[in-house]
């Protein structure tokens, strides 16, 4: 069993989001935080925008100025043929030694009542602000802590890529909080609340000379402070998380323990979305994990886009009901939703026995 796909998806693409400025264009919505508010399902939507290409011999790209205040937008370009510039990749490219994106990303909010049919926000959530946004905030993750909501994501700038904490009460006012992990690290998720007295994360080092892309934990006394650091999530060698691994929605509790909907890359550099248990007492302890993907790029809309063979979810909405609603990006383009009970999901889990620790661990 899979998760089972809407027949309506895509829900929202780049043509349903109006950009921040005329002269540029939406290239894409995608990775969006999920949260239930009230009577409405919200998304915090990353949209993807860069300057109209108005000239087919020119690429030109976004830059952004974070020393004035409000952040201004202004423009680097280059030619096509220029033997200097590589353009191999749709997401960057490299100019004599240096990487630079071909968008920039703000967070946009998105609203449903009925989890299926959103309505987007003329004006940007959050816009890039800070010196280490100056490439642009992507990826969020909203979790419930008490009377706020706290949102990690991913900061993007020449100093590397960091993971930032931001809180808000009511999707209209947000208050940023500084850097929780350094360069470089991403898909990082709160365990909502407090567990034994300690707030628990899950995060992704870029790997080094040694080691791979695993889901890291780690626990907080306040939740900007960071220790206590461990794999929690290794890869598996020929399987479909084999080349490297990140933590997606928010994880949330069940009777059986903190259930994590994480993506995995194949050795084809295809994304995958599965499933991980972590110990209710103990959310650094990996107890059990789906042995095949329960979503695979294999729609048209994931397997073809701006960068094809893509799923990944930064959130999902658990109902009363027990009803999941899985938000996941589809090909760094759009935004689906496919859904599973909470049991359904539950009987897709393997036991790893408890308290183990990562089969890559001596």
């Known amino acids: 069993m899979t998760l089972r796909r809407f027949s309506g998806n895509p829900i929202l693409t780049p043509a349903d989001v109006p950009p921040s400025r005329d002269d540029y264009e939406v290239i894409g919505v995608f990775n969006a935080g999920a949260v239930r508010f009230g009577d409405e399902i919200l998304l915090l939507l990353r949209v993807a925008e860069r300057p109209k290409q108005t000239d087919p011999a020119r690429v030109r790209v976004p830059w952004l100025d974070t020393t004035q205040r409000p952040a201004r937008f202004g423009e680097l370009s280059w030619d096509r043929d220029d033997p200097d510039l590589d353009v191999s990749d749709p997401r960057g490219f490299r100019y004599r030694g240096r990487h630079y994106l071909t968008s920039v990303s703000h967070l946009r909010v998105a609203r449903s009542r009925d989890g299926y049919r959103f309505s987007v926000d003329r004006k940007p959530a959050m816009f890039p602000a800070e010196p280490y946004e100056a490439y642009g905030i992507e990826d969020p993750r909203i979790t419930p802590m008490g009377d706020e909501y706290w949102i990690t994501y991913v900061a993007v700038s020449k100093w590397g890529v960091v993971t930032a904490l931001a809180r808000t009460r009511d999707f209209v006012a947000y208050e940023r909080m500084g850097i929780l992990f350094p360069p470089e690290n991403k898909n990082v998720v709160l365990f909502p609340g407090r567990i034994n007295g300690r707030l628990f994360a899950l995060h ?18 306040d939740g900007l402070a960071w220790g206590s650091h461990r794999v929690a999530l290794a890869l598996r060698p020929d399987r479909w998380d084999c080349r490297r691994v990140g933590a997606g929605a928010v994880p949330f509790r069940t009777s059986h323990g903190w259930l994590e909907i994480y993506h995995g890359v194949d050795d084809g550099d295809r994304y995958h979305l599965g499933l991980a248990l972590f110990d209710l007492e103990r ?38 009901n027990g009803l999941v609603r899985v938000y996941y990006g589809c090909a760094d383009d759009s935004m689906a939703v496919a859904e599973a009970t909470v ?20």
Do not use: H, M, Q
């Not at 080691?211 to 006394?221: E, Q």
């Not at 650094?284 to 979503?295: A, F, Q, T, W």
């Not at 049991?343 to 001596?362: C, N």
């Open 204 to 221: 992704r080092p870029s790997e080094g000379a040694f080691g791979n892309r695993v889901i890291w934990s780690a626990a907080s006394p």
């Open 283 to 320: 959310p650094d302890v990996l107890i059990g994990r789906s042995p095949k993907p329960v979503l695979s790029p294999d729609a048209p809309y994931e397997a073809t886009g701006f960068f094809s063979g893509v799923v990944f979810s930064c959130g999902a909405v658990v109902e009363d």
């Open 343 to 362: 049991d359904e999901l539950l009987d897709l889990v393997e036991p790893v026995g408890a308290g183990a620790r990562p089969a890559a661990l001596p």
